[in-house]
């Protein structure tokens, strides 16, 4: 069992979203985070004053699959979000020790 | 009978009952209307028109201040606007009121005072105008002149905000508003020395907006500027958080001014109200377009809020001179208070005095302007005149204004610690959040 992290462009959520849905992951949960990685922050002014804004609004998306779909969902969500651009984001993918859910107390592959 | 024939007589059966009793009541020779009668009732219903629309400007106050300032100090913006209303109605009617009307002068020209309180039943309830016909109750005159009282007080809340302890503001606002408004404010418009120089100042570009602004001045010096606005030599921009607000509060300024201009004449006089309506709109249109113009060639992209801050700059540059200049006087006026208050807000803040909504460009330095510009633009006006009077109004208000903060200052002090200006005045001096249940990340 794995957990995906995608790091997206919000405006891709949408898309992504449906691209899941299509290959069978049935869910996720997301998060509205701020980051940057190698792109520098470029400069804005307000009132006269000049600011880098550095931090870009991003969604975090976290999903849970059984290892063997790792690499489908790890290349659909490449496939449905990249733009080409910069800032397109990062996907990691983590080891997940064990899962229950809760109504039903369904534990691991099960509570997938 | 039934219904739709009831209904269909109801209101023929209404006319003539009406027709029945007119006639019954001009048979008992009912007092004939004149027409300065009527001419007084349509000057007083104006001017209380104009006074709820002045009144309204509060709010435009309150959600200004609010959408250019941080989150987490919205209540207390919101509480010292509130506050601010009551305790200019009050004190007006405690003292303002007479101490700016006095009538007499005991020192000729200077200071008078004709009592405490407005009194039960005012012996002349008509003023009446040149020509003797009424242009307003007495007690139209006070509540009219009431409502600007408290919007000069208010304009120092946006300048001082996100770091001045409240107890401090509200005592420093009420001694203000009860003591230095109205004793200043009698120098012109309570016909002491200054009316009688041919100072000029139709609703009150000095006598408000640079008495609020000389008094925001003397606060933004002594309190310092907000934590991180200025780090060395850097100036650090900290963003209103609410635009929407900041549009609504610019706009209800902008509607509350048509009362402000517009009554500011004392009559419903036709000619003159309407061509007050004119040139404060196009000031207000002007110093739009001026400031929007100035703010896109510096910051390469228009400022929401510069725009907005360019019709309030406009408006409180016409204010001195709305019914003595001309249409295009006005469109003048009107785009460099625009230009104006973009150059003095970065001049500001390189100067290090930080002001959070733009109060000291828009109020002072366009006050200021506004005065001046009557001796430029109106044949009938000395410049040097309105020069001394900006400079009896600078010297007196900023020099009263700074006592009382100072005092305030060395004993009670006037700046939240540190700790509360970080986690905001909300926190700090109310106890509760401005949006609850909303998850606000910003500092």
């Given at each position: 069992m794995k957990k995906i992290e995608a790091i997206i462009k919000p405006f891709k959520l949408d898309d992504l979203k449906a691209a899941m849905a299509e290959i069978g992951v049935q869910g996720m949960t997301v998060t509205e985070v701020k980051g940057f990685g190698r792109q520098k922050g470029h400069t804005e002014v307000y009132r006269g004053a000049e600011y880098v804004v550095d931090f870009i609004p991003k969604v975090k998306v976290e999903i849970v699959v059984a290892t063997?779909?790792?690499?489908k969902v790890v290349n659909t969500i490449v496939a449905t979000v990249k733009t080409g651009k910069i800032g397109d984001g990062k996907i990691f993918v983590l080891p997940v020790d064990s899962i229950c859910r809760i109504r039903t107390g369904e534990t691991d592959k099960e509570a997938i | 009978m039934n219904r739709s024939i009831a209904k269909k007589m109801c209101l023929p059966l209404t006319m003539a009952m009406v027709a029945v009793a007119g006639t019954a009541m001009a048979a008992e020779g009912a007092a004939e209307i004149t027409g300065a009668a009527a001419a007084y009732v349509v000057n007083n219903t104006w001017m209380l028109v104009a006074t709820f629309l002045v009144f309204i400007m509060h709010l435009g106050f309150a959600t200004l201040e609010t959408g250019l300032t941080r989150a987490k100090n919205t209540v207390n913006i919101l509480f010292k606007n509130t506050a601010i209303v009551a305790i200019g109605l009050l004190t007006y009617a405690v003292i303002g009121f007479n101490l700016m009307y006095p009538g007499d002068f005991s020192i000729p020209g200077i200071f008078g005072f004709s009592g405490f309180g407005i009194g039960v039943s005012p012996e002349n309830m008509m003023v009446a105008g040149k020509d003797g016909v009424g242009i307003y109750t007495y007690w139209t005159d006070f509540i009219f002149q009431a409502m600007f009282a408290a919007t000069a007080a208010t304009i120092v809340s946006g300048a001082v905000a996100e770091r001045v302890k409240l107890h401090s503001f509200l005592i420093f606002s009420m001694i203000y508003v009860a003591l230095v408004y109205p004793w200043v404010g009698s120098w012109?418009?309570?016909?002491?020395?200054?009316?009688?120089?041919?100072?000029?100042?139709?609703?009150?570009?000095?006598?408000?907006?640079?008495?609020?602004?000389?008094?925001?001045?003397?606060?933004?010096?002594?309190l310092g500027p907000r934590l991180g606005k200025y780090v060395g030599n850097t100036i650090k921009p900290i963003m209103g958080h609410?635009?929407?607000?900041?549009?609504?509060?610019?706009?209800?300024?902008?509607?509350?001014?048509?009362?402000?201009?517009?009554?500011?004449?004392l009559s419903a006089d036709p000619a003159l109200v309407s061509f007050v309506f004119v040139t404060t709109s196009l000031a207000a249109a002007a110093g739009i377009v001026g400031a929007s113009g100035l703010s896109w060639m510096i910051q390469k992209k228009p400022d929401l809020s510069m725009a907005l801050n360019g019709a309030l700059a406009g408006l409180v540059g016409i204010t001195a001179g709305a019914d003595v200049v001309s249409v295009m006087g006005s469109v003048v006026i009107g785009l460099i208070a625009g230009g104006l208050v973009v150059a003095s807000v970065m001049i500001f803040d390189r100067l290090k005095l930080d002001d959070p909504v733009g109060a000291l460009s828009v109020h002072l330095v366009c006050g200021i302007w506004g005065t001046l510009a009557v001796g430029i633009f109106s044949a009938a006006h000395s410049f040097t005149t309105q020069l001394i009077g900006v400079a009896a109004y600078g010297v007196t208000c900023f020099v009263a204004a700074f006592i009382i903060f100072y005092l305030l200052k060395v004993t009670i002090g006037i700046r939240v610690d540190a700790e509360e200006e970080m986690k905001g005045l909300d926190v700090g001096e109310h106890g509760m959040e401005a949006y609850a249940g909303f998850e606000i990340k910003n500092v």
């Open positions: 063997e779909m790792v690499d | 012109k418009w309570g016909k002491g020395w200054l009316d009688a120089m041919g100072f000029y100042d139709f609703a009150g570009s000095t006598l408000v907006h640079s008495v609020g602004g000389w008094a925001a001045l003397a606060g933004v010096i002594l609410n635009m929407p607000l900041a549009t609504i509060g610019a706009f209800l300024l902008w509607l509350g001014w048509f009362g402000f201009n517009g009554g500011s004449v």
